[in-house]
C-alpha cells in the first residue's frame, strides 16, 4: 500500500462501511422510516456521509419514489465507494496510486452489488455525486444511473410559473476520480418538463470548492431559488451563498417533491 493511502481509512471502510466516523446508520434510516434491506427494483446508494449530512434530502427523494410507486430500498450497512483515499494520489498525480485507490474501491462498491443482488434489485441509483463515476467506471457491466434519470422517468410535468438559478457543477473531481462524464441530460429534460419555469443557468467556470466558484455562485444568482444535483455543489451553496443573499437552496428531489405536493 502506497505512502499516498490511508491505511485506517481502508480498515475502516472494510469493517464498518465509511470512510469517517459519523454515526449509526441503521438509527438514521429507522428515523426517518426509509425502506431497508426489502427485496426491491433500485437500491439506493445514499453515499456513506451524505447519510447522516442531507438526511432530509434523502427524505424528499424517498417520497418521491413512494408517490410514485417505485420499488427501492436502502441499505443497512453501504460501503464507501472510497473517494475520499483517492484524494492525496490525485492531489500528489501519482497515477500508480490511483490506480491503487480503484482496487480498493472495487472491492467495496462489490460488496454494495452483492448486498443488491441478494435484494433482487435490477439497478443501482447513486444520489452521492462522486461516488456515480468511481461506480459506472468499475462496473459497466452493471446498471448503474445517477439518480435524475429514474426521477426523469417519474416526471410527467408540472407547471410553475417561476424563475430559478440552477447550478449544474463542474465535476473536475469527479473526471479525476474515473474517466466518467457525470449525467447532466436527464436534470434538463426534467426542467424542461415544468411548464412556465425559467432557468438561469449558473456556467461552471470555477469549482465551487474554490474562491472563484463560491463567487461566481453568490454574483451569478439572479433569484430567489439556487437549484443543484451535486451533492458537494449543494453544501458549498448553503454554506456560502446563502450568507451573502436572500436564497434558497434545494437539491434536486427537494424541488420535485414540492411541485408533487401542489399537483
Given at each position: 500500500?502506497?505512502?499516498?493511502?490511508?491505511?485506517?481509512?481502508?480498515?475502516?471502510?472494510?469493517?464498518?462501511?465509511?470512510?469517517?466516523?459519523?454515526?449509526?446508520?441503521?438509527?438514521?434510516?429507522?428515523?426517518?422510516?426509509?425502506?431497508?434491506?426489502?427485496?426491491?427494483?433500485?437500491?439506493?446508494?445514499?453515499?456513506?456521509?451524505?447519510?447522516?449530512?442531507?438526511?432530509?434530502?434523502?427524505?424528499?427523494?424517498?417520497?418521491?419514489?413512494?408517490?410514485?410507486?417505485?420499488?427501492?430500498?436502502?441499505?443497512?450497512?453501504?460501503?464507501?465507494?472510497?473517494?475520499?483515499?483517492?484524494?492525496?494520489?490525485?492531489?500528489?498525480?501519482?497515477?500508480?496510486?490511483?490506480?491503487?485507490?480503484?482496487?480498493?474501491?472495487?472491492?467495496?462498491?462489490?460488496?454494495?452489488?452483492?448486498?443488491?443482488?441478494?435484494?433482487?434489485?435490477?439497478?443501482?441509483?447513486?444520489?452521492?455525486?462522486?461516488?456515480?463515476?468511481?461506480?459506472?467506471?468499475?462496473?459497466?457491466?452493471?446498471?448503474?444511473?445517477?439518480?435524475?434519470?429514474?426521477?426523469?422517468?417519474?416526471?410527467?410535468?408540472?407547471?410553475?410559473?417561476?424563475?430559478?438559478?440552477?447550478?449544474?457543477?463542474?465535476?473536475?473531481?469527479?473526471?479525476?476520480?474515473?474517466?466518467?462524464?457525470?449525467?447532466?441530460?436527464?436534470?434538463?429534460?426534467?426542467?424542461?418538463?415544468?411548464?412556465?419555469?425559467?432557468?438561469?443557468?449558473?456556467?461552471?467556470?470555477?469549482?465551487?470548492?474554490?474562491?472563484?466558484?463560491?463567487?461566481?455562485?453568490?454574483?451569478?444568482?439572479?433569484?430567489?431559488?439556487?437549484?443543484?444535483?451535486?451533492?458537494?455543489?449543494?453544501?458549498?451553496?448553503?454554506?456560502?451563498?446563502?450568507?451573502?443573499?436572500?436564497v434558497e437552496v434545494l437539491m434536486l428531489p427537494q424541488l420535485i417533491e414540492r411541485f408533487m405536493e401542489k399537483a
Amino acid at each position: 500500500m502506497g505512502n499516498l493511502i490511508d491505511r485506517e481509512m481502508v480498515e475502516r471502510i472494510r469493517k464498518e462501511g465509511v470512510a469517517r466516523e459519523m454515526g449509526d446508520r441503521i438509527e438514521i434510516l429507522n428515523d426517518y422510516g426509509f425502506p431497508v434491506d426489502k427485496e426491491a427494483e433500485n437500491v439506493i446508494i445514499s453515499g456513506c456521509l451524505v447519510m447522516f449530512s442531507m438526511t432530509q434530502i434523502l427524505r424528499s427523494l424517498a417520497n418521491v419514489l413512494e408517490q410514485s410507486g417505485v420499488s427501492f430500498t436502502f441499505l443497512s450497512k453501504e460501503y464507501c465507494c472510497g473517494n475520499y483515499l483517492y484524494r492525496p494520489s490525485i492531489k500528489a498525480k501519482d497515477e500508480q496510486a490511483v490506480e491503487e485507490c480503484r482496487g480498493y474501491s472495487k472491492e467495496f462498491i462489490g460488496k454494495n452489488i452483492e448486498k443488491a443482488r441478494e435484494l433482487g434489485a435490477k439497478r443501482l441509483v447513486i444520489f452521492c455525486s462522486p461516488c456515480y463515476p468511481i461506480y459506472k467506471h468499475l462496473y459497466p457491466e452493471e446498471e448503474i444511473e445517477f439518480y435524475p434519470a429514474l426521477l426523469n422517468r417519474l416526471i410527467e410535468g408540472f407547471r410553475l410559473e417561476k424563475e430559478i438559478d440552477y447550478y449544474p457543477g463542474c465535476y473536475r473531481l469527479h473526471r479525476r476520480l474515473a474517466p466518467v462524464e457525470m449525467d447532466l441530460g436527464s436534470t434538463d429534460l426534467i426542467l424542461e418538463k415544468i411548464k412556465g419555469l425559467k432557468v438561469n443557468r449558473i456556467e461552471a467556470e470555477q469549482c465551487c470548492f474554490k474562491p472563484a466558484g463560491i463567487e461566481q455562485l453568490v454574483n451569478d444568482t439572479l433569484t430567489d431559488l439556487q437549484l443543484h444535483i451535486c451533492t458537494g455543489c449543494y453544501g458549498q451553496a448553503v454554506n456560502h451563498v446563502k450568507k451573502h443573499k436572500e436564497v434558497e437552496v434545494l437539491m434536486l428531489p427537494q424541488l420535485i417533491e414540492r411541485f408533487m405536493e401542489k399537483a
